[in-house]
């Protein structure tokens, strides 16, 4: 009898009622091509590239941010913020709730205790910056912030803000409008590895080894996989 699981097999009787001939039963052609090879190699690369997706998408939903990962590129927010830290950035449901107060500090001067948010906004000359609330006040009925990096060596004075869509004297302070979140972790070192995973020489290797597995997953073997899936019927004598 050949070697073919009996579940799966139908017999030949002969005349005198031996078996002659063990012929393997039909597999449905859904279950001849999910148990490929290269098949499976595809479910899995669909489920991962999902589960990633959903999980960015749901980080992005639950911090309110389209941009909820960022890196520290500048020693301005030292020693809180180290350069090469990765932020997590969550945005405001009602920019009023900015909680803004001085810097109180340990005896050694290396640790903040207590403090406003640590915000995210956008500076005219800059781009993006970090730095903390520090205070804030209202003026004609609209409400200001102030803003200063914590390395009181580097920033020994707050932040001077300007109007972002028009040259002219700078704003009395930071507008609430100009916040894009604040920060709510942090990850030491992973920063460099999202800035070097951004630029574009990286992106690019990225892509390319990528489709260099694919064309050898799928191309050169895809015909012998398939070859070699295929059952071979034997003949037993009785």
């Known amino acids: 009898m050949c070697n073919v699981n009996k579940l799966f097999e139908k017999s030949i009787i002969g005349m005198d009622g031996l078996p002659v001939a063990t012929i393997p039963a039909k597999k449905s052609k859904l279950r001849e091509v999910l148990n490929k090879e290269y098949v499976k190699t595809v479910i899995l690369i669909v489920i991962l590239v999902g589960g990633v997706a959903g999980f960015w998408l749901g980080i992005r ?4 941010m389209d941009e909820p990962l960022m890196s520290v ?3 301005s927010m030292e020693p809180t913020l180290m350069v090469g830290d990765l932020i ?10 900015i909680y803004a107060a001085p810097p109180i500090w340990d005896e050694t001067h290396t640790h903040v205790l207590s403090g406003g948010d640590i915000l995210v906004f956008w500076h005219r000359d800059i781009g993006r910056l970090v ?3 520090v205070g804030n006040f209202t ?3 609209k409400r200001y912030l102030i803003t200063q990096g914590d390395n009181w060596r580097t920033n020994s004075s707050p932040d001077t803000h300007y109007n972002l869509t028009s040259p002219g004297r700078p704003l009395p302070g930071l507008p609430e409008e100009y916040v894009i979140g604040k920060v709510v972790a942090n990850v030491p070192y992973l920063g460099d590895v999202l ?3 951004q630029t574009p020489l990286i992106r690019m290797i990225i892509i390319v080894v990528i489709v260099a597995l694919l064309i050898v997953e799928f191309v050169p073997f895809s015909k012998k996989k398939d070859e070699e899936q295929v059952p071979k019927q034997e003949q037993v004598k009785a």
Do not use: I, K
């Not at 997590?88 to 709730?97: C, H, K, L, R």
């Open 61 to 64: 939903v639950v911090l309110r």
């Open 131 to 133: 730095h903390r609330a």
């Open 88 to 97: 997590v950035v969550q945005g405001y449901a009602d920019p009023s709730t």
């Open 73 to 75: 590129v500048s020693e």
């Open 139 to 141: 003026l004609y009925g």
């Open 195 to 197: 800035l070097f995973l």
